[in-house]
């Protein structure tokens, strides 16, 4: 029998109720404790899935000597300095994507993590899906990748608009297409060139970005992402991968595969849009067994990363470094 491991949920929104449903269909979790700023939310969230209890003070679920691993699932301004506070305390994390909205703060994140030893994961909960495990299989030596996420206008109020809060979705949502084309690549990225910008979200943020990534193999991956509207015909992701001879396609939020080859000509697969639950239970697992976390800060840092260098090259016109700069950094 594995042991149980405890939760400490901090931040009860719509991504809260997604784990909570997740930690449900996984052996030996357990929601211990939940808070969020809003104790009416709190409270709410405590009562749909039957936890213990509900506070507005996310110290109380630092220091709870009965919970093992606490769940950052805040706006993206508070994620550094719970993660660092949760590790101080000698709990470990999983951390909803972005790590966090700056270059500085992911590294003070990796050097509580080094310091204090704990297991920390970082939410790219698409790494998990069926038809990604799938098509990375099947391009151990990809040559080239296509990542493009396209979604409807993000309201202007909305807080991921936010520069403080959020960062814009370009920051939101491309941290999980950078981490997808890394994951792809199997490799670090060496540097980016992209142009882009601010095009119409009243907040200044950059929302629309075309980029081109060199990683360390020899790979090369073309990026887009941004909000001007669904693509009807490939979904709002969409992932190419290419070998010598073969393709590989995800389209359909990345539930269709079809894979060209010369010898077999066309192949098309199906799946679900999975991913949290998978994602969750990796987490549980590797806190069960001692092991370090399948997508741990250093992944983090990196996707955070490249979606900042692009916009460093935006505003230069020039490439801008990548793996050099994380190494002088981490330094
Ligand atoms: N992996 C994914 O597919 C995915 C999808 C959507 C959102 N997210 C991420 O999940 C995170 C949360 O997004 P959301 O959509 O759930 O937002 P949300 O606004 O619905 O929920 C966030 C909650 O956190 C609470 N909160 C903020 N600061 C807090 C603090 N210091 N202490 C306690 N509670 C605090 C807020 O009151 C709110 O209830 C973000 O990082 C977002 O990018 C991930």
Redesign the pocket.
């Known amino acids: 029998m594995s042991k149980t491991i405890r939760i400490g949920i901090?931040?009860?929104?719509?991504?809260?109720a997604e784990h909570a449903k997740a930690l449900a269909q996984v052996d030996g979790a357990q929601i211990a404790g939940c808070?969020?700023?809003?104790m009416a939310?709190a409270e709410e969230y405590a009562r749909t899935y039957g936890i213990g209890y509900a506070t507005?003070e996310?110290d109380r679920i630092i220091a709870d000597p009965d919970i093992d691993a606490i769940y950052v699932?805040?706006?993206?301004d508070?994620?550094a300095d719970?993660c660092i506070r949760a590790a101080r305390a000698g709990k470990h994390v999983l951390v909803?994507?972005?790590l966090a909205l700056s270059v500085e703060d992911c590294l003070r994140v990796g050097r509580a993590v080094k310091e204090t030893g704990v297991t920390l994961m970082t939410?790219f909960?698409m790494r998990y899906y069926d038809l990604v495990q799938r098509a990375r299989d099947l391009m151990p030596k990809p040559l080239m990748l296509t990542m493009q996420m396209m979604d409807n206008r993000w309201p202007g109020d909305f807080?991921?608009n936010d520069p403080v809060k959020g960062g814009g979705n370009v920051l939101?949502q491309g941290c999980?297409s950078c981490d997808l084309l890394r994951f792809m690549a199997r490799s670090d990225p060496l540097e980016v060139y992209a142009a882009g910008g601010n095009y119409y979200q009243p907040t200044g943020v950059v929302d629309n970005v075309c980029a081109t990534f060199k990683f360390a193999n020899g790979v090369v991956a073309s990026w887009v992402q941004g909000d001007c509207r669904v693509p009807a015909a490939v979904s709002k992701f969409f992932l190419q991968a290419y070998d010598a001879d073969r393709s590989v396609t995800l389209s359909d939020r990345l539930t269709r595969m079809v894979v060209s080859t010369p010898a077999d000509g066309v192949a098309e697969t199906r799946s679900s849009e999975t991913g949290f639950v998978e994602e969750n239970r990796a987490f549980i697992h590797a806190l069960q067994n001692g092991l370090t976390a399948p997508i741990d800060h250093r992944d983090g840092l990196f996707a955070t990363l490249m979606v900042l260098q692009a916009f460093a090259s935006i505003r230069s016109g020039k490439p801008e470094p990548i793996a050099a700069l994380m190494a002088e950094l981490a330094g």
């Not at 901090?10 to 809260?16: D, E, T, V, Y």
């Open positions: 901090i931040g009860c929104g719509a991504i809260g808070c969020d700023l809003t939310r507005t996310h699932l805040t706006q993206h508070s994620h719970l909803e994507k972005p939410g909960k807080w991921a939101s999980h």
